[in-house]
């Protein structure tokens, strides 16, 4: 080192730092050999602290002020340096200025589909996008398990580390929230909370907090959207026929228009039927009608029989014969079909009562 240098390093006595960057986390002062002169000005701003290790160990930790590096100021150092006793040469040690304003407009997503159970939709999968903040709330700890020895620590070092968090802890949430996927929209204010709660924990141990986070967006797959709108345009149609007659109105139109001459040509064609019909109107009268579709065939009763207090059946009125032959159902046996209002006498019921015409009945006074 030149004399220049020298003289530079020990008459310079302010330690300070000025950030003109916008993602600069942790940034080391230079000085020649890490010399700091005993009784320097260090100051440190609004939004920074500065943090000394001295021999690999982290010392102290400086908060927004201004101060002068003496013994009464610097209490672990002076422990490390053994200054009580008066010792006041340069000492070698690192200081580095940790930005502690917030980080914003920071960026996350899924990187693939998060799978989940929708009440409604069963298995499906939804991906999701938004913003946060960060913050360093304790610049020891972020130091020592983060920044290391790194002379400038920014943003996007560890942003990558901090997604994965946020999209892992964004899975576990949404998949245990069981709220509906078409209501989720409604929610992410509320999601967003749970999810900050459940990320707080982790980031906690690399002394920083994100005292803000969005949820932007939450959707299907291209293909679950399209079935989706599919479904919801079928809930708009309405009458179901006027949209099919409407639809393919304008395919004819459409396909019409598509393919030019060929269009043109059944325009034409139509036309010329049209025509012919109007010349020959009575040509539609004397057409003979279609023949009218046959009518439903009639539905069989089922029966069902009331014997000592319970009931059996139901019995068709096949399996009803088959009784009346054999001497299980009598013109006294209560019967029931549906549509029929209480229990009646099988004999009551017309449909029942032919059962017992095929025998003859009972001779009189028997």
């Given at each position: 080192m030149g004399i220049l240098d020298f003289l530079t390093g020990e008459f310079i006595d302010v330690i300070h730092w000025t950030d003109d960057t916008?993602?600069?986390?942790v940034w080391r002062f230079q000085r020649e050999g890490h010399e700091i002169k005993y009784g320097a000005k260090l100051t440190v701003r609004e939004g920074q602290a500065a943090v000394?290790?001295?021999e690999g160990q982290l010392a102290d930790v400086f908060t927004p002020g201004l101060y002068m590096l003496e013994t009464n100021n610097m209490p672990i150092m002076t422990t490390l340096q053994h200054w009580d006793h008066?010792?006041?040469?340069?000492?070698?040690?690192?200081?580095?200025?940790?930005?502690?304003?917030?980080f914003t407009d920071l960026k996350w997503g899924t990187k693939n589909p998060i799978m989940l159970r929708d009440p409604e939709f069963g298995p499906t999968r939804i991906r999701a996008y938004g913003t946060y903040t960060v913050k360093v709330s304790d610049p020891a700890r972020f130091m020592s398990e983060i920044v290391g020895t790194d002379g400038e620590f920014t943003m996007d070092e560890i942003g990558f580390q901090l997604r994965n968090i946020i999209v892992q802890e964004f899975s576990r949430v949404i998949a245990a929230s069981g709220i509906p996927v078409l209501d989720m929209a409604a929610n992410t204010a509320d999601l967003?909370?749970?999810?900050?709660?459940?990320?707080?924990?982790t980031v906690a141990?690399?002394?920083?907090?994100?005292?803000?986070?969005?949820?932007?967006?939450?959707?299907l797959p291209p293909a679950v959207e399209k079935a989706l709108d599919t479904r919801t345009s079928r809930g708009l149609t309405g009458d179901l026929d006027a949209h099919m007659k409407y639809a393919a109105a304008e395919a004819l139109r459409q396909g019409g228009e598509a393919?030019?001459?060929?269009?043109?040509?059944?325009?034409?064609?139509?036309?010329?039927?049209?025509?012919?019909?109007?010349?020959n109107p009575w040509a539609r009268q004397t057409a003979p009608a279609a023949a009218a579709p046959p009518p439903p065939p009639p539905v069989e009763h089922v029966?069902?029989?009331?014997?000592?207090?319970?009931?059996?059946g139901p019995f068709s009125k096949a399996d009803m014969g088959k009784m009346a032959q054999s001497g299980e159902l009598t013109r006294e046996t209560h019967v029931w079909?549906?549509?029929?209002?209480?229990?009646?006498?099988?004999?009551?019921?017309?449909?029942?009562?032919?059962?017992?015409?095929?025998?003859?009945?009972?001779?009189?006074?028997?």
């Open positions: 916008r993602d600069t986390m000394f290790v001295h008066g010792f006041k040469s340069p000492f070698k040690s690192e200081i580095y200025f940790v930005n502690t304003t917030r967003g909370k749970l999810v900050a709660g459940a990320i707080a924990e141990q690399y002394g920083i907090v994100i005292p803000e986070f969005y949820i932007e967006n939450i959707s393919s030019g001459a060929m269009g043109a040509g059944m325009g034409a064609g139509m036309g010329m039927a049209m025509a012919q019909q109007m010349a029966w069902h029989i009331a014997e000592g207090g319970q009931t059996k079909t549906p549509g029929q209002d209480g229990w009646l006498r099988a004999e009551d019921v017309a449909e029942l009562a032919q059962l017992f015409t095929i025998l003859p009945p009972p001779p009189p006074g028997a």
